[in-house]
């Protein structure tokens, strides 16, 4: 997708580049921003995405070990600023094809008590769901080879 297309047809690049002004933006570094998730599944659920368009997980490479730590990193000092433990938070991707936006986003949902263990889409059991530390693992992994 080209970038004069992404800020248009893709509903984050348009977050990103500050196109959609219903959007809050809750805390923004350099290459990642944190905003508020439009259908929240628990008391804390917020967006981590890249500034740039990476479609989803699938597309994620070793050279953007740099980038998911970013987006991590960014979600933790949110948490840390609302005074809330990010160990009582899940940190994740949806595994393609449940992506309802098609541009990388990390969810972040907590406390643990407030999420819906029976949405299939957090729930572990029905693979949805992929937590950070797997996904990060697994781009890691592909750096080695």
């Not at 809330?84 to 994740?92: A, E, L």
């Not at 937590?131 to 992994?141: G, L, S, W």
């Amino acid at each position: 997708m080209t970038e004069r297309r992404c800020r248009t047809t893709c509903a984050f690049c348009r977050i990103a580049s500050r196109n959609d002004s219903s959007v809050h933006i809750e805390l923004e570094k350099e290459a990642v921003m944190l905003f508020k998730d439009i259908r929240p599944k628990a008391k804390y659920h917020y967006q981590c995405i890249p500034k740039r368009h990476i479609k989803n997980i699938n597309h994620l490479t070793s050279l953007d070990v740099n980038l998911l730590t970013d987006m991590k990193a960014c979600a933790v000092e949110f948490l840390s600023q609302e005074n809330q433990s990010p160990d009582d938070f899940r940190f994740g991707f949806h595994r393609p094809p449940f992506n309802s936006v098609q541009h990388l986003h990390m969810h972040i949902l907590g406390p643990e008590h407030s999420v819906n263990q029976w949405n299939p889409m957090f729930n572990p059991f029905w693979k949805v769901f992929i937590p950070f530390d797997t996904v990060i693992a697994r781009v890691e992994t592909e750096n080695r080879s």
